[in-house]
């Protein structure tokens, strides 16, 4: 036997920049955008096309920074700059915040008025809300030009599509595209004539589109918003975010449930679970409905010899079901029961319903939706 010695593969190690931002100092991995060292030195920088699933955009220009390397001062787009080495980097320069100011009243004036934004006003601030307020935008401080036009004529029952609220960053697009790779959606026309189009008639139902909900929840102005939920006569002050996990199937991707005054309204992705805002269909518009179903059971029925239901305790419709197994073992044995788990529940009570199956009816016929 001959034994032939191969060689590892040699390992690359990391090779660590330094950096100052906003006067700190702090280290970046060789490669990594200034936007990265940013965050990890824990200062913030408005992004309106970046959505770091897909990667730098560059187009919005919000991050724009201060960058001092080699003795040469320039401004850059910490979304697509790479961090350099003796970097130096300034977030908040008097000129940049002007400059973040004038863009973001530019937008405005290409928009309609944030005060009837549908999901600003029943959900919560946007991304675009929220820098509007940090660096005090006026809608009035350019002319207003003419808006984008609704697709008020799509009948999906999930997708609201407000494009007067579009700034054209086309992270949906993106999202969609290169994430999800759907390809529903595109951008059609140019300028202030472009508009987020999906062939067929621009009816998102005849589509590519599989209804992840994705382009909404990367959508920075509200443009795209869950019809769903603000279609219900709520606002925004009254609703609040639970994380929690989706309970559809045994994947366990992270959600978070919309409540107002108490009630569920809607579900919205968690970004920080490991699933990183990736739902189905199921999990984005319906992982909440079924709790306010007026089909939902309420309280046990056992069904009578005439097909119809009846009301019954706990303990009535329990001494049934333990009636008919002990019958159905009696005449035909354990195996002649099969028992199926959910993906709803939690993983101890799934581990109790196999000891059930196993060691009280005493069959292996046990299984789980969630193996599929």
């Known amino acids: ?71 040469r001062t320039e401004q850059v787009a910490s979304c697509t700059a790479f961090a350099e080495d003796d970097m130096s980097v300034a977030t908040p320069t008097e000129e940049i915040t002007d400059y973040r100011k004038t863009l973001l009243e530019m937008l405005l004036s290409e928009m309609a008025s944030m005060n009837a934004n549908p999901y600003s006003n029943k959900v919560g601030p946007t991304e675009f809300d929220r820098a509007v307020e940090e660096y005090e935008a006026r809608q009035d401080a350019f002319p207003q030009l003419r808006v984008r036009e609704k697709a008020s004529h799509d009948t999906n029952p999930f997708i609201q599509r407000d494009y007067d609220y579009c700034i054209a960053c086309y992270r949906c697009t993106n999202i969609c595209n290169d994430w999800e790779q759907a390809g529903a959606i595109t951008v059609d026309g140019r300028g202030q004539d472009s508009s987020i189009f999906t062939f067929f008639d621009n009816e998102l139902m005849d589509s590519p589109c599989t209804f992840c909900g994705q382009c909404i929840n990367t959508c920075p102005t509200g443009a795209l918003t869950d019809r769903k939920v603000v279609s219900q006569d709520i606002v925004a002050q009254n609703v609040d975010h639970t994380q929690t996990v989706c309970p559809y199937c045994g994947v366990g991707c992270g959600i978070e449930l919309l409540t107002h005054d108490g009630e569920i309204i809607g579900a919205e992705p968690d970004f920080s679970a490991p699933s990183r805002g990736s739902l189905c269909v199921k999990g984005q518009f319906a992982s909440w409905e079924f709790v306010r179903s007026e089909e939902r059971l309420r309280h046990p029925l056992i069904k009578q010899s005439d097909g119809t239901f009846r009301q019954a305790s706990w303990d009535e419709a329990l001494d049934l079901v333990t009636s008919k197994f002990k019958g159905a073992i009696a005449t035909e044995g354990p195996d002649s029961i099969v028992c199926w788990a959910s993906a709803r529940v939690v993983t101890e009570a799934n581990y109790l319903m196999q000891k059930f199956a196993r060691v009280a009816i005493g069959t292996n016929n046990i299984d789980n939706c969630s193996r599929t």
């Open 1 to 71: 036997m001959t034994t032939v010695a191969t060689n590892p593969r040699p390992q690359t190690k990391t090779k660590w920049l330094d950096m100052r931002i906003n006067g700190v100092t702090v280290q970046a991995a060789e490669g990594s955008r200034v936007l990265d060292a940013v965050n990890d030195a824990g200062f913030e920088v408005p992004t309106l096309c970046y959505d770091e699933r897909v990667g730098a955009q560059g187009t919005c220009r919000m991050c724009l920074v201060e960058v001092e390397v080699n003795g």
